[in-house]
């Protein structure tokens, strides 16, 4: 059994007979569940137990997915994970956008579903240990245990994933992060070559940061090779 076990888990699925295969599955991996069916009962659920992850399907009767994510974010601070059947790059930015943490598409393979939940819960934890310090490049400021952003004194509101991909890149300024190594060092598993996850959080971020969304010159896609936090010029 893994560290990652033992969590609890909210699963937010209208889908009956999925919800009981995937409450089985993660129950026998040793994750304590509870499912909801209802997308106007998912706060108040949160609300009561806190649980440690939220699997949520977006088409969902009363609210659906993206209107929970609003509704979660930012005080419901722990990784929220979409498992939908939607497989549409524009569904997959919106989550992103509104606060989910992972993308898994329907059908997923069991083993697959646990190996994210149990990369995001590893990646929440270890989170919360990270050193007091501040990373400054120009006006930008990254204060790390607040997780806040600063850029010419003005705050920048970031998900918590975008901020983990922008201090991990601030971290290794000057040196190409590749993207098998992003992928394994952010969401706890490889790179297959396809997922277009990191492509997307990189292009909210340059635009949250006040950079050009093509050919920024301070967050660099060096083609082939992976991203490049530029240190000058901020």
Same mark, same amino acid.
């Given at each position: 059994m893994n560290a990652a076990t033992g969590a609890s888990i909210l699963l937010v699925e209208d889908d009956v007979r999925l919800a009981e295969l995937v409450r089985g599955y993660l129950e026998k991996h040793g994750f304590r569940m509870t499912v909801v069916? &209802? /997308?106007d009962l998912v706060v108040a659920a949160v609300e009561r137990s806190c649980p440690d992850l939220v699997i949520l399907d977006l088409g969902l009767p009363g609210d659906d997915g993206f209107a929970v994510c609003r509704k979660l974010r930012p005080s419901y601070t722990n990784p929220i994970l979409i498992l939908t059947a939607r497989d549409d790059a524009i569904d997959h930015v919106l989550g992103l956008e509104l606060g989910a943490d992972d993308f898994v598409v329907k059908p997923v393979e069991p083993r697959v579903l646990v190996a994210r939940v149990g990369a995001l819960l590893r990646r929440s934890r270890a989170r919360d240990h990270g050193s007091p310090t501040l990373l400054t490049f120009g006006q930008l400021v990254i204060n790390l245990p607040a997780r %806040? *952003?600063?850029r010419a004194g003005r705050s920048i509101a970031l998900s918590r994933t975008d901020f983990d991909l922008l201090a991990l890149l601030a971290k290794h300024a000057g040196s190409i992060q590749s993207r098998e190594v992003l992928f394994r %060092?952010?969401? /706890? &598993?490889?790179?297959?070559g396809t997922?277009?996850?990191?492509?997307? &959080? *990189?292009s909210q971020l340059r635009r949250k940061l006040g950079e050009d969304a093509v050919g920024s010159e301070r967050l660099k896609t060096i083609w082939g090779k992976g991203y490049l936090f530029v240190a000058d010029g901020w």
């Open positions: 069916c &209802r /997308g %806040s *952003v600063t %060092s952010l969401y /706890g &598993r490889e790179y297959d997922d277009r996850l990191l492509d997307i &959080r *990189v």
